[in-house]
């Protein structure tokens, strides 16, 4: 996510974290540097502006200049501001009162306003709500047939009319919304490649009829300024409530997540970073700004991980590890947990320090080969790996259509993950946070 911004940053950062002496001169530079960063990255020009201005002003404040490490302080006015720009705080969806809760779905033709609705639909089930969607697009063909098909895949329920008026479709959502007990009706409604009066108008007549707790605008986040300025003749129509920033894993350079929120006044609400219904994200402004600084952002990747494993196998994998049992049977499962979490190039980029380690390359298939080998062990081999000799890595390598090389690798390396299991059991596992797979 935001791969180019954030190595460039890291740079402009660093140079700061070096300063023994923070002078006029030399902030003045750095800011520079980092204000172009911000520009190439296509955040909006007053809104670069305004944030070096706000760093350069604090960096040169009497307490910057008499501390020991001014660089590291400079570091944390840039943290701070960048927090400030993304919103603060996070801003949660307003899903009280008489049921159902409506939320409202707009935004361009193509900006994934379809796709979310499913996955907000999903995000909305995992925390005990009960959602349905429905189908408020009549104008591009297929859309109905694509909420239907991500209401299964999520299994949501889904409502649709056909080809009728859109207002109607919403009026008759709730009733049925009623009906079946959901308490929260996600409306996916009409978008054009332009904005133009039509859309507008009835989009404007849904909202009157329905009356929606939240009305959502989802934003490309690979068109940049673009989604900026679509965002602001959205709010001066609809007065929306939120902000979707989504395809955040594609190209994107990072200027809509950075200047929506200054531009518009209103919060980025989620962020979506892939095509799985599970890929969504709360937006959180302070690991947001960790994660573009290349900090990281643990909190999120404690929370997937938790997500992804349940409380029996949280304490069961405790338990291995008080009795310094661990096995490649338990490395197997941890690797198909990891895999659960998502993509490891966006798990990866959740951990301080990744988009410092330059060549390497984080791929999902690299574990493909790691679960062969294994599979091929026999039982045995995998509870006492010890008893591998080299006939035995003859076989295994050739079951696994890897090398012997490999398979050496791997054995090495699990090694070392036993003596970390050791040392992590003698502090009672202190160190890892529940339910972060090994290897975290």
């Known amino acids: 996510m935001f791969d180019e911004l954030v190595q460039k940053l890291d740079i402009a950062v660093k140079n700061l974290r070096g300063m023994g002496k923070i002078t006029e001169k030399n902030v ?60 603060q705080s996070q801003s949660a969806l307003k899903l009280d009162g008489m049921p159902p809760a409506v939320i409202m779905i707009v935004g361009l033709q193509g900006s994934g306003k379809t796709t979310f609705a499913g996955k907000l639909g999903k995000y909305l089930k995992k925390k005990g709500r ?26 949501i329920p889904v409502f649709s009319m056909g080809q009728v008026d859109p207002v109607e479709i919403a009026k008759s959502g709730i009733k049925e919304a009623r009906q079946k007990g959901c308490d929260v009706m996600i409306v996916d ?35 940049g300024q673009d989604a900026v300025k679509s965002a602001q003749v959205f709010l001066d129509k609809l007065d929306f409530d939120g902000i979707v920033l989504t395809k955040l894993d594609g190209d994107a350079k990072g200027g809509a997540a950075l200047s929506i929120r200054s531009v518009t006044g209103k919060p980025i609400k989620f962020i979506s970073a892939g095509e799985r219904l599970d890929d969504l994200e709360s937006f959180h402004p302070d690991r947001m700004a ?7 952002d643990i909190l999120t990747l404690v929370e997937r991980a938790q997500e992804t494993s349940g409380a029996d196998d949280a304490d069961k994998m405790a338990r291995k590890l008080r009795k310094q049992e661990f096995t490649f049977d338990d490395f197997l499962a941890q690797i198909q ?5 998502g993509p490891l190039s966006q798990v990866a980029g959740l951990m301080p320090g990744m988009n ?22 026999t039982f045995g081999e995998r509870r ?43 502090m009672g596992g202190r160190r890892m946070p529940k339910g972060l797979p090994m290897g975290f």
């Open 28 to 87: 003045a530079e750095s800011m520079r540097e980092i204000r172009r960063v911000l520009l190439e990255a296509d955040v909006n020009y007053k809104v670069a502006k305004s944030f070096i201005n706000a760093v350069q002003e604090k960096a040169l404040g009497e307490e910057v200049l008499r501390s020991v490490t001014p660089g590291q302080q400079v570091v944390k006015i840039v943290h701070s501001e960048m927090i400030r720009l993304l919103g």
């Open 356 to 377: 410092k380690l330059k060549g390497v390359d984080v791929d999902d298939r690299a574990l493909v080969p790691i679960e062969a080998i294994i599979s091929s062990m």
């Open 337 to 341: 947990q990891v895999k659960k979490m």
């Open 290 to 296: 960790s994660r573009i600084l290349g900090m990281g």
């Open 384 to 426: 006492k790996p010890n008893i591998i000799n080299g006939s035995r890595r003859k076989r295994i390598a050739m079951g696994s259509g890897t090398s012997v090389q490999e398979v050496n690798r791997l054995l090495k390396q699990f090694k070392m993950m036993q003596k970390m299991v050791k040392q992590m059991s003698r």
């Open 130 to 155: 009960f959602p349905m969607l429905v189908a408020a697009d009549v104008v591009r063909p297929a859309a109905i047939d694509q909420l239907h098909t991500v209401g299964k895949q999520g299994d």
């Open 189 to 223: 409604t009409a978008g054009r490649l332009h904005i133009d009066t039509a859309m507008m108008d009835e989009l404007d007549a849904v909202k009157a009829a329905i009356k929606p707790s939240e009305i959502l605008f989802v934003a490309d986040g690979m068109t």
